[in-house]
């Protein structure tokens, strides 16, 4: 079945310091959506960015990713770190198809530290 | 505003006692989904309905039983249960797969 990996559990930066967030996937489908979510403490999951389209850059809320299918990637990545990006963040799968369901990975909780 | 509403917030439950959790949506989404949230374990598919009537086994189905009876409810059923099942509790509504879903506020269950 389609898998998610989120390589780092926890990540300790220093504000002001480029974030980033690895995310690899696993599935049979040559068209998968990947997905970010963040999830602030003692809140819901919500959704940060996504894409479907190979090797485009795609942006939202100073956070930015590309979806390499030639690597099966999808890094989450920021220039600048701010305090209030201290979250969990998922990397979600879905592959497209109209279950809509989303495999995630075991996320990836930053902490920036000022 | 449009929103996924679960009941309850909190719940406490004894080993073998039956719990039902409640969703609700006003999104008007054909998908609805429960996940379970564990720290190391990210957020597990446990079931999802495509519609109203009917529902589908997710990824960790065992131990737990879903019922869809209309567009904006869906309950996740744990007919005996275990401490293994405590954990956050998460409802959340979408359409197909280019879509996000939006997710209810998550109920903690305990199982003492």
């Known amino acids: 079945g389609d898998s998610v990996t989120q390589t780092e559990g926890l990540v300790t930066l220093t504000e002001g310091l480029p974030v980033m967030l690895n995310c690899t996937y696993q599935?049979?489908?040559?068209?998968?959506?990947l997905f970010w979510y963040v999830q602030h403490l003692n809140e819901s999951p919500r959704l940060l960015l996504k894409?479907?389209?190979?090797?485009k850059r795609t942006e939202h809320q100073g956070f930015h990713a590309t979806l390499h299918k030639s690597s099966s990637s999808f890094h989450l990545q920021k220039s600048s770190a701010q305090l209030s990006d201290s979250a969990l963040y998922y990397c979600?799968?879905?592959?497209?198809?109209?279950?809509?369901?989303?495999?995630f990975g075991d996320g990836t909780v930053l902490t920036v530290k000022p | 505003e449009a929103a996924v509403t679960q009941s309850p917030r909190n719940k406490v439950a004894v080993t073998g006692g039956k719990v039902t959790l409640s969703c609700n949506q006003t999104?008007?989404?054909?998908?609805m989904y429960w996940y379970r949230q564990d720290t190391g374990h990210g957020l597990r598919l446990i079931h999802y309905?495509?519609?109203?009537?009917?529902?589908e086994k997710g990824d960790i189905p065992d131990g737990y039983k879903a019922s869809r009876p209309s567009q904006e409810n869906f309950s996740l059923i744990l007919e005996l249960a275990t401490p293994s099942q405590t954990s956050v509790y998460f409802c959340?509504?979408?359409?197909?797969?280019?879509?996000?879903?939006?997710f209810g506020s998550g109920t903690r269950l305990l199982v003492i």
């Open positions: 894409s479907f389209t190979d090797n």
């Open positions: 999104n008007n989404h054909n998908n």
């Open positions: 599935t049979i489908y040559s068209n998968p959506f």
């Open positions: 309905s495509y519609g109203a009537g009917s529902t």
């Open positions: 979600a799968l879905s592959d497209n198809t109209n279950t809509g369901k989303l495999t």
């Open positions: 959340a509504s979408g359409w197909t797969g280019d879509s996000d879903y939006t």
